[in-house]
């Protein structure tokens, strides 16, 4: 074949570039076309006084129903609903059930909404038979009670509670040494305020709140629980929620009503999580305005 000249060859070179470039435009233009929009990042929102948690809806409807000029924000999984009651900048929090829920929840609503204190709040079993369904703990104190380490046994030596001890959760606080926190600890004044407020439907105690991601009802492990790790009740979300604030040093209560208990063959009382939020609508309305 003929050698072209320089110039003919230069254009189609040149040609080829072109149309190479253009093939890979459009397969890159089709690739992003056809990919899923990334997450955008959440935007802060105006900070809150209050945010106040729950679970479930049934543990809600009295707080969302509360909230004067009402949003809701949708975030990934969770929902949120923000509003003012009593003068107060409030966001209610549905967790979802749970310790990721619980923990993902907390997370997002401290981030967002930076609030002066959180109240984790909703149903609880109790852990000792003097609680009676529709009594309220305020805790001084939230517990994991699955977290624990169990002591070398052969095989077929069976499962013994006696060779469990409980495992403290460690956190690095300002990044530098980790802090081992056997429990962690109510805001003492978000304490003492629910402390004062009347339960027309039982008794206001103060005590520890145990969290883990189970439901017992055999007797003898609510004793060891409360033997082990000095809890009063029982939930799937306090814990967590509380590990998680003492991260990121925001202040914390938990407060549960009794729904049900084992001790007295109780079931569980669906009416419980409406109290609860009724009693912890209160404390919100007395917690002072910033």
């Known amino acids: 074949m003929k050698p072209l000249p320089g110039s003919m060859r230069l254009k189609r070179t040149l040609g080829r570039g072109v149309a190479a470039a253009l093939v890979l435009f459009l397969a890159v233009g089709c690739a ?8 955008r990042p959440a935007q802060p929102y105006p900070a809150a006084d209050i945010v106040v948690q729950g679970a479930v809806d049934t543990e809600l409807q009295p707080l969302i129903g509360a909230l004067d000029g009402r949003e809701q924000i949708q975030i990934a999984a969770w929902t949120f609903w923000r509003g003012r009651i009593a003068g107060r900048t409030v966001v209610v929090s549905r967790t979802e059930v749970g310790p990721v829920n619980a923990s993902t929840a907390t997370t997002l609503a401290i981030v967002n909404f930076r609030p002066r204190l959180i109240i984790n709040q909703g149903t609880a079993g109790a852990a000792v038979p003097d609680l009676k369904p529709f009594d309220i703990v305020v805790g001084e104190a939230t517990v994991d009670y699955g977290a624990f380490r169990s002591a070398h046994a052969e095989a077929g030596a069976g499962v013994d509670l006696s060779r469990w ?9 300002d990044g530098k040494d980790r802090i081992a926190f056997e429990r962690f600890p109510g805001d003492a004044a978000a304490v003492a305020s629910a402390l004062e407020i009347p339960n027309p439907r039982g008794r206001v105690v103060k005590g520890i709140i145990g969290s883990a991601f189970e439901f017992n009802r055999e007797v003898d492990r609510l004793v060891w ?4 790790y000095g809890v009063l009740s029982e939930d799937m979300e306090s814990a967590y929620a509380a590990g998680t604030a003492t991260g990121f040093k925001t202040p914390f209560v938990a407060i549960r009503i009794i729904s049900d208990s084992d001790f007295h063959a109780a079931e569980f009382q669906p009416v419980a999580g409406e109290y609860c939020a009724l009693f912890v609508l209160e404390l919100v309305r007395r917690w002072p305005v910033r």
Do not use: D, E, G, S
Request: hydrophobic share 40%.
């Open 32 to 39: 992003a076309a056809t990919r899923p929009p990334a997450a």
């Open 165 to 173: 001890t409980p495992m403290p959760h460690r956190l690095r606080l």
């Open 225 to 228: 629980m409360n033997k082990t």
